[in-house]
């Protein structure tokens, strides 16, 4: 069975430094890794995939996220973290599998907290 | 292009009701699937339809059920209604291969009293 551990419940963190939220997973096999954010009463954002080829995967509003595929991470960085970027952020992973199916598995979120 | 829509955004329905929650996915994506989102739980997998067959299912009780339509709009319905069915329950569609990206609807808010 796939897993993934966020183990961050929260992270707090200065605006203009640097952010890192971290995630880790299981998965048989070659893993499908995302991160997705997610604002207040709202739904999941998608930020950055990872499928294949290049380790570090750049995604929307400046984040990335490195693959590490021997330590099983895939931790989502920022350089420069601002006071919008507060939100909740979710790693989730699927395995390749054929058929397509598309059965995520998400952690538990990690709220990030960037203050002035 | 239009995002993901649910229908209705709130709703709250009393134990042993059942209710019926919908989704539109965006233009031209094949697969919806359906997660339920509690503080206690996190975010849980319900199933998934593409081409209105279900294609993979969580492991919920069999209350839980779904389909979808060849529009690929998508309804789920939960019977018998308990208080920890109380959530957020998110819609999300993609489009083809299963490499891509879920795109999530808001979500509706269901509340049991």
């Known amino acids: 069975a796939q897993s993934v551990a966020q183990p961050e419940d929260q992270v707090n963190v200065a605006e203009g430094n640097p952010l890192t939220v971290k995630c880790t997973y299981s998965?048989?096999?070659?893993?499908?890794l995302f991160w997705y954010v997610q604002y207040p009463n709202r739904g999941l954002q998608f930020l950055l995939k990872?499928?294949?080829?290049?380790?570090l995967v750049k995604g929307s509003y400046g984040f990335e996220a490195e693959f590490n595929k021997s330590q099983t991470s895939f931790h989502l960085k920022k350089p420069s973290a601002l006071v919008s970027d507060s939100a909740l952020y979710f790693c989730?992973?699927?395995?390749?599998?054929?058929?397509?199916?598309?059965?995520?598995?998400f952690g538990t979120g990690t709220q990030l907290k960037v203050e002035l | 292009k239009a995002g993901v829509t649910q229908t209705p955004r709130y709703l709250i329905k009393t134990r042993g009701q059942q209710v019926t929650l919908s989704c539109s996915p965006i233009?031209?994506?094949?697969?919806v699937s359906w997660y339920q989102q509690t503080p206690g739980q996190g975010l849980q997998f319900l199933f998934e339809?593409?081409?209105?067959?279900?294609?993979n299912k969580g492991n919920f009780p069999g209350r839980f059920s779904g389909r979808q339509f060849s529009n690929s709009r998508s309804e789920m319905n939960v019977s018998t209604l308990e208080l920890g069915d109380s959530a957020l329950y998110l819609c999300?569609?993609?489009?083809?291969?299963?490499?891509?990206?879920?795109?999530f609807g808001p979500g509706t808010r269901l509340t049991v009293l």
């Open positions: 999300a569609s993609r489009k083809g291969s299963a490499n891509n990206e879920q795109f």
């Open positions: 998965v048989s096999g070659n893993p499908y």
């Open positions: 990872y499928i294949t080829g290049d380790n």
């Open positions: 989730a992973v699927r395995p390749y599998q054929t058929g397509g199916g598309n059965k995520l598995t």
């Open positions: 233009s031209g994506h094949r697969s």
């Open positions: 339809y593409f081409s209105e067959t279900q294609r």
